[in-house]
Structures are given as C-alpha cells and as structure tokens.
C-alpha cells in the first residue's frame, strides 16, 4: 500500500528535502505541499493525505496550534519535524502529548539531510498504521486516579518501563499518577538524546514523584523515576543495593537505549519487581520482559485499544511475556497496587 504524504514547512529549500527524502521510498508518494497552516487545511481537503510532516515554527499559526486542531477536529497521523535544540525539544515534546506520532531533527551543524532524514520514511510508514484517536494528547484522557495519602510502595520494590512510538503521551499519563512515595522506577523511551533531558523536566512537573535522566552510579532509590539519556549508552540496573549504569555499547534490538537491556539487567535483580511494556513499533523489550517474568516478576502490557502502535506489547504478549494487557486509563492504578507495601 502506497503511503501519502502532505509536507508543512514555511521553508522552501526544507519542503525540498523532505520531499527527496520521502520519494526514495517507493512506498511512499508526496501529493503536496505546504506554507502554512492556512494552505495545509485546504490542502487536507482536497488531498486527503494518509499522513502530514509538520513543521512547528511557520507564519499565521504555529505548529503547535495547527496540531491541536487537526486532533481535535480532524485526528490523522503526523509527524513533527523540529530543530535539535533545547526549545525545539520542548516544543517537539509538546507536540508528542498533543497526539503527533513521532518526530525527527531537521539539518543543523553537522548533520546532514540525508542523516537527519535518514529514518523519516520509515517514521511517516509506522504513523500510517498508528491508532490516532480523537481528543488523544496531554489533557484530553482520562484524569489520573486519585492516589490515596497513606500510600507506601514496597521499600525494595522496582518498577521498570519500556515503550516507543506513542510513549510520550502514555508516560505521561502513567508517571503523572505517581504519588512521591512511589517505587523506584526506571524507564526507557526510544528518544534523541537531545530530547530526554526535556522530557526528564517535563514528567518532575507533571509528576509527585521526582523525575530526572539517569547517569551512571545513581543509587535507585523509593520516590524516583529515572529515564534513560538518548543516544550513546544502555540503561541498566545491576548491584546489591542497584544503581543506574550507563553502559556504552552496540544498538540491541535495534536501540541504544534499549528496552531488552533494561529489562534483562532487572530480571536479576534480587528483589520485588514489576515490568510494563508499553505503546512502540517493533519488539524491543519483549525478551526481556520475558526474562523478569521467568524471574518472577508481575508484568503489565498496553493493550490494542489504547496503543499508538501495538507492536512491542503485542511481541511481548505473543511470547508469553505479560501477564495481563490493561487500557492505559487503567495502568496507573494496577502498577500502584503491585508495588504497594503490603502492610501499609
């Protein structure tokens, strides 16, 4: 099936490149192109595009604005393309909750187009098959459960999370649901390292508990959440008392970071320890969510319904790695009580 794609972008030299990028791939057909947000909504119309890429700073309206009224009256796939810088991260980031699949870097110091293109075809034909729902983004599901104030999670407790396309937005609603004595949490979202900072920021505001980017040696401690940096290195957990470590190596399955290594070094953890696999295309995670269940750990999936993309949920379920899927709505409250302290 041939994938159409409209380009937003007030640059005609970026329109240029992503089109070149866009139409090596034969799967993929460019059907037009746009300025600004009031020639992209006319274009819609008459084109009916499989998916947009968008760009975020363009003339008359922003693309942040444009974005929050194409999911709330008009929800189709996008995919954001924004600057590798601190404010276009945020930006970026902000698009992501707002229901945008997925985004890539545009051109900069160093960066080639054919580099920071290099994905972007295969990004755009993974937000074709997304489950793009209307009134998705931060803000439009379902309120975070209330969380009693006599809550205690289990002292030696760890909670791991792993997710992909999609991730941004069931993070956030996840992790936004803690209470600041929440289990000790670590987590890898398949993001640019550019970005993980940012979105370390983001989740601490959101959140009670006490959200930061893992670096090498940090003792995991009750009342944290710790996201594994972009790019470079593997998060894992090792040690009696465990702590992060950075672990620079080769991408496996595929990432660096990968879900797979965060998950295997859990499931030799001695101790309590709960896993959750959610939204992403691929199966990232899968194995190694299969590893800390055969350690003993409870395991949570995403289901179909409420997935961006069921792919890693769904290779982790069809190798017996889950216990049982759950609605995003719902898995807040179920990872709260598999990690509760049982005598609180």
């Known amino acids: 099936m041939t994938v159409s794609v409209l380009v937003v972008d007030d640059s005609p030299t970026m329109r240029g490149l992503i089109t070149a ?16 947000p009031l020639e992209a909504r006319e274009a819609i119309k008459r084109l009916n595009p499989d998916v947009i ?54 051109p900069g110091a160093g960066v080639t187009a054919l580099e920071a293109f290099a994905d972007l075809a295969t990004k755009v034909k993974i937000a074709a098959r997304s489950n793009v729902r209307a009134g998705s983004g931060a ?8 969380v009693s104030d006599t809550y205690r999670a289990a002292r030696d407790h760890v909670l791991a999370i792993g997710a992909s396309t999609g991730g941004v937005e069931a993070l956030l609603n996840i992790i936004s649901a803690f209470p600041a004595d929440c289990p000790a949490t670590v987590v890898t979202q398949h993001m640019p390292a550019t970005f993980t900072p940012s979105f370390a920021a983001r989740l601490d505001r959101a959140s ?18 710790y996201i594994a940096p972009g790019g470079e290195a593997h998060l894992e957990v090792s040690g009696i008392t465990p702590r992060c470590r950075l672990i620079r190596s080769d991408t496996v399955s595929g990432h660096r970071p990968s879900v797979d290594v965060l998950f295997g070094s859990v499931s030799r953890l001695r101790r309590p320890m709960t896993g959750v696999i959610l939204t992403g295309m691929g ?62």
């Open 283 to 344: 199966r990232d995670g899968a194995q190694g969510l299969l590893e800390m269940r055969q350690a003993g750990a409870h395991t949570l999936g995403q289901d179909e319904a409420s997935c961006v993309v069921y792919g890693m949920p769904k290779a982790a379920f069809l190798l017996g790695a889950v216990e049982r899927q759950l609605p995003l709505s719902r898995l807040p409250s179920a990872i709260l009580d598999l990690c509760a302290d049982p005598v609180a």
């Open 53 to 106: 890429t968008l760009d975020v700073e363009m003339p008359n309206m922003n693309g942040l604005e444009f974005l929050e009224k194409i999911m709330r009256l008009r929800p189709m796939p996008v995919v954001m393309v924004s600057t590798l810088t601190q404010a276009g991260a945020e930006v970026t980031l902000a698009a992501l909750e707002l229901g945008a699949v997925d985004a890539v870097g545009k």
């Open 21 to 36: 990028a866009l139409r090596r791939d034969p799967e993929i057909e460019v059907v037009g192109s746009a300025c600004d």
């Open 208 to 225: 009670a508990a006490t959200v930061r980017e893992a670096t090498d040696g940090a003792p995991l401690e009750r009342g944290c959440v």
């Open 139 to 146: 803000g439009a599901g379902t309120p975070a459960p209330k």
